[in-house]
Nanobody
Framework: QVQVVESGGGLVQSGGSLRLSCAVSGPISGFYVVAWYRQTPGSQRELVADISKFGTTKYGDSLRGRCTISRDDANNTVYLRMTNLKVEDTATYYC????????WGQGTQVTVSS
């Protein structure tokens, strides 16, 4: 089964930047998508961005224009670069692998202070 592990979260001031990493391991075959979601307490997870096996990207409304998703195939890692962060971007950010199976990571906390 494919596993994903997030890293790179932390505390950042409003207006700052962060780069999250999602390390993907396991048997990867066929079409897949790697996605970043975020969730705040009491809310549903929302899509931030995703990238397909073929490099097609999609962005959700929440961070559109302030984030970039990319990948490093040599290291099986997907990145989410976030800029101009706002207090309302504070959330737990999750990586998700959707292919033959569906795997979620444990999440990484991003806290944006004013």
């Amino acid at each position: 089964q494919v596993q994903v592990v997030e890293s790179g979260g932390g505390l950042v001031q409003s207006g700052g930047s962060l780069r999250l990493s999602c390390a993907v391991s396991g048997p990867i075959s066929g079409f897949y998508v790697v996605a970043w979601y975020r969730q705040t307490p009491g809310s549903q997870r929302e899509l931030v961005a995703d990238i397909s096996k073929f490099g097609t990207t999609k962005y959700g409304d929440s961070l559109r224009g302030r984030c970039t998703i990319s990948r490093d195939d040599a290291n099986n890692t997907v990145y989410l670069r976030m800029t101009n962060l706002k207090v309302e971007d504070t959330a737990t950010y999750y990586c998700r692998f959707v292919g033959a199976g569906d795997s979620w990571g444990q999440g990484t906390q991003v806290t944006v202070s004013s």
